[in-house]
Structures are given as C-alpha cells and as structure tokens.
DNA sequence: AATGAATGAGAGTTCATTCAT
DNA sequence: TATGAATGAACTCTCATTCAT
C-alpha cells in the first residue's frame, strides 16, 4: 500500500509520519519480556498492549493479528541473530577455528539475549508456526552451511547427510545453551573449550 | 444414543480400585492421543473427557484440576520409560556396548510411542510444569548415571561434569529422534550405527 | 456421541436433565424483546444472556454461534405462524371466504405479537439470513401457495406469476400490519374490511 | 493508490465551497458503493475514507458522526429521489395516466439506482434514524399526495385515509421493486402493464 | 462416583471517534 | 483543512471449574 506525501504545509523540514518504527521495536521488546516473565501461554494482546505502554487497537495497526505479531517477531530476531553471526566472521581461517569462532558465537548470543531463546524455543512447538516464515529463516544460515560442505570435502567432518549433521550441532548447542543459562556450566573459556571439543569429536572423521 | 446402565452403587461389594485405574488410565490414553492430534493447545478438559468417554466433571474426581492431570500423565510416561529402558539390560556387558544398547532403545522407544514423544516435548515449557514432578523423573534414570560414572572412572568417557554429559546425550537423542520421526533418517541399522557412532565419539576420551 | 442412563440414585421419580427446552425458549424471549426494544443492532449475546436471567456461555450450550442462534429462532417463529395459519381453516368455504379468513389471521398474528414481527423483518437484510433457513420456511406455507392456485383455475384471481401474487400479498399485508401497530388503523371489522377490500380488489380478475 | 499535491493552504484566495460539495458527494458515492458491496452493516467509518480517498478523520470535517452522515445521505437520496419524480410530469393527464407515470418512474427509478435502494431499505430499520429527517423526507412527495386526491374528488380512487393508500403503493411498489431487482420479472412494457394493473385495481373505486 | 449444564472471567478482534501534526 | 495513528470500550466466543442431580 503507498502513502500520500504530503506538502501542504510547506515545510522545509519535511518528516513524514511514517507507522513507527519505535513502536514495532517496543512491541516487540514487549512481547519478548512477556515470553520471559509468564511463557509463551501468557502472552496476550491485552498484556503486550500495556507492557509496551500503548492501547490494545494499537497493536492492530502493526499488525494484521497475533499470529502475524508472532511471526514477525520470529523473523526479525533470526535475522538480526544471522546479522550478528556473519559480522567479523574469517572464513579464511582452518576449519576448526572458523566453527570454535561459531560455536562460541552461537553461546554467546544466547547467553547475552535469553529473552530472545525463551521466545524461538517456544515458537517451535507453538500453533502460530508459519512454514513460509520458517523457509526464509532457514535460508539466512546458508554460509553456515558452506562452511560444513567445506569441512566434508578437506576430509575433516564426517561424511553423512547435512540433515544429521544440523540434527547433531542444533542438538549440541541447544542443550549447552540452558546448561550456561541456569548456571550449571560458567561462562569462560575453559568450560567453552570443554563443550566445543564434545562437539567437534563427534563432528570429525 | 445408546444408554448404559449403570449399577454400581446398587452393588455391595464395592471395590471401586480397578475401575479407578481403568479410568484413569483412559484420561491419559485420551489426552496422549489429542496432544498428537492438535498439539498442547488443542487440549481441553471438554475434549479429553468426550475422547476418553465420561464427562467432564469426571476428570475432576481422578485429578484436582488440569495441572494436576498434566503432571501426573508427565510422571506415568517418565516411569513407564524408565521401566522400558531397564529391562532386559545386562549391564556385565562392555561400556560401549551397554551404551549401544541404551541408545538404540532409546530412540526405539521414541519411534513406536510418537504420541508419548509429542506430549513429553511440549509439557517443558508448558505453564503446568512442577519442579518436584521433575525431579522424581529424574531419580528414575540413575542406573543411567551410574553407567556413565563407570565410564568416566575406565577412561572411556570424557571426565566432565555429569551436567554436560546429560545435556549431550539428550540434545543429541531428541534431535535424532525427531530426524527418524520426520523420516528424515531411515530406520535401520546402519542409521543407527551413524548416530551412535557420533554421539560417542563426542563422549569417548 | 453416546450418553449414559444414570439409574445409580435409584429413584422412581427419574426425570431426565434434558437440555432444557424452557431455556431455549427464555433466549428466544429474550431475544425478540431485545429487537423490539433496542432493534436488531442492539442484539448483544451478552444482553440477551442478561436479559434471559443466564451467563453468557450458556447460549453457546444450546447454540454453536450467534448466527445459529438467530436462524433457529427465525425458523421457530416461521414454524409458529405456519402453525397458527392452518388452525381452524376451513378450505371447503368459497374462495374469497378462505382468503380473507387468511387475511384476517395474519394480521391479527402480527398484531399480537408485534416483538415477533420486529425480529422478522428485521431478519431479512441482516447478515445472519441463511438460505436454507429460509426455503424451509417458505415450504411451510405451501397450503397458503394452492389456495391461489386454486383460485387460478377457478378464475377469480389474475392469471399471473405466484411470484407476482406473493409479492403483491406480502407487500400489502407487511405495510397494512405496520400501520395498525402505529395505531393508524383501528383494529376492527370495518377497518379489516377496507384493507381486505383493497387487496382482493387488485387480487381478483 | 496515487498521491495528491496539496496547495490549498498555500493559496490566498481559499473558497472551499465547490471543493466540499465535490468531497461531500465522494463520500455519499462511497457509502452507497459500500452498503450495496457489504450490506449495511459493512459501512465503517474507515472503509467509507478510504473507498472515497481520504484520511478517516476528513469524514468528521463534513459530518458530525456516523449517525449524521447516515441520515444526510438519505436525506440527500430522497430530495434527488423526489426531484427526479417531478420532472417532466404532466398533470393535466387524466389520472390513470399521471398514475401510471409515477409508477412507471418509480420503478425505473429503483432499477437504475439499486445502490441507492440498498441503502435506502437498510436504513429504515438501523438505529440511526431520525424522526425529523423521514418527516422532511414525507414533504417532498406533497405532489404526489395531491394527485391521490384529486383522484378521490373525481371518485376514481377508493375514499380512505391517505395513510392506507399510502401504506398500500409503497408496499406493492416496494415488493414489484424486489422482483424485477432479482429478475423475477422482465423489464418490459407487458410486465409493467400487469404490475400496474394489480396495483390500480385494489386502488380504484 | 458420575454427570453435563451452568458459570463468568478473559481471550482476540473491531471500530467510532479523537487529536497531534 | 486534511491526515491517519492512537484509543479503549464493546463485541463474539472459549474453557477450566463447579454443583445440583
């Protein structure tokens, strides 16, 4: 849908009222700590509207329905986690080290973003799943993928179906996530090398 | 609409036991059945009671409210695992080997039980989760723990944390599992021999 | 869905729960008092819940939706009129006597119960109207369809399309009813006479 | 959707009138295209904006609500309705044929605007109605009234109150309307000959 | 013990109206 | 004047739980 441009006023300063930006991200950042503080189960729009300090109707505005809001927000974190996950990436280092850089990424930002894992590990199983947004999830980690394909033609990943592999890592890393989170592994080094070499001895040839 | 007529209380020798547990066990299968069919959220006590042949009012006299009914059927499918997974085990047999066949049962059971498997994943992060629920399931898999203790002290597995050891082998067993369930990964043999032996080389020293 | 014949109580005196046909007729009360007080747009489920001495879920026991409930009372009210319209006919009188004993019965119908005829005029531009509501309950007045026919072969009435007869029947009975409802006609004989007058002058060859 | 430049405020000669008539008219056009797509109860105040290509709030520039718009546009529909009617009438006509004139234009008059039919039967029955508006709109059909009775003083048409003559065109008119509209009756000089003569024989003395 | 109608709080969503720009 | 984002009351419908039978 385009907009009328409006130039009536004469102004110089011409700042189109444009559907605020800052209100998406405040709904956003809502939804979010609601995920947190009650689950999945506890979000309502009622809840999100008065968490991010605006009338229930406003939301509608942003967005078509919760399933939509849901949606949205699911795709707007895997995109900024791929964002953040390709930035200062050397590919051209050995193998190895470009998966431990990886890995500890990956622990890292969900170490620093648990509102964030509450909301995608809830996503998953939850009715407002959209296969379409899910696809184009997915395609957002391809580098990642090419550095496993890589990995299997240099002889240094074993060579099984790429679906095993993903099975394996997310699996891994999944659970070595919510073992920093609750506290039961620190957050340093040492206990980082520990979980990687797990993952890559099962990873190797 | 047929009719039953039903007789009980005109019966003096009233030994309601069996019934109870026949009844009980009927609200589980119910529930069990609709969660595969329509997910967590799909569940009412409406749909369970019209699923399981009584009414509604019914469900209240086996459990206090739904909470309850959730918690118990997490904590019958935890033991009904854990007896499954005892059975037949000769633990005389090398390390490995008991891993071995540990594993293959493991996702054996995940295969022929789907509905199980779909009830267990979503009661985590359900609202109904109790932590003392937890726990108890948790003390059923200590033959488990002790195989892994063997482990560490003959040098086979790596000496970490018990934590870090769990959160491996069950990241990596659930997203198998979820590969065979897709049909994403054939049920032989040969898979199983693929998996284990990653899952073991991340283990082993 | 079976049901179960519960005799436990052993009581002679065993009147079944039946979903109360009394409340089905307090909603349908309910609801054309509130059509006639606050029109077809003030019909909330939640007033007529109110209005029928009820909790709002309770209509959803005794109807799916708002629709379904409009629909029924519709075709309850339609089956009532049909009812009341071949009561006490005599179709072996003359023609002009049948129809203006007809004539004579529909107005009074609608003078009598003027909360009825609000809801049903109030029904056909509404968003509820369902077709197949509407073919049963034009089936109901077949009687009324070969008394015209019959009046055809006799000659005494034009020779002209059914449609074009009902159009002109209804046309002048609907506004000959709202008048004596405003009381711009008195409700006698001679004012019946006059009205009747007109319309089986226009009716007849 | 194109986008306007606007200068109006930039112009120091600023009559508005013409403009408001043309805005005031878009939005009758959008609400008459609307009740006939949607019914009346589609007509919200956000569709009307923007089906007339302005903002929501511009609706509250010419109207003081909802309920003001609603009324205007029948007023506005019955003023066009009656001037329509009285042009190129000839009342010197014997009055069987000024009769048959009105009746002709009436109904063609409705076959050519079903929009406005539409909009005119909803709103009799919504709550938006105004007494003083439907008196104003009765006034303008006085010639009309005036043709009945003269036809009365020639004794050619049945001596009752204007009220029951009345009652008894609008209903016929209303319902040969309804048929021709959903094509149960041909647009033709025979059909009309025949509707006429129905509505003429319950009329004349 | 078993029933299922009844409850009513609370969910998602719509929309007439306002108001800062 | 014109805009359209913002509002929040009011709508339909669901569902865990109760209770008279």
Known sequence: MERFVKMNKCSFICRMRAKDKQKIEAIYKATLSLTQQMGFGGITMARIAREAGMATGTLYIYFKNKEELINSLYLYLKRQKAKNFLTDMNFDNPLKVVLKQMFTKMLMGIVNESAELAFLEQYHRSPFIDEAVQTEAMQLFQP??????????????KDVKMDLIMAYLSGTIHEFSALIQDNRMPLNEDSFDLMFTMMWDGLKT
């Open 144 to 157: 990642f993928f090419d550095i496993i394909e890589r990995g299997q033609k240099e002889f240094l990943i």
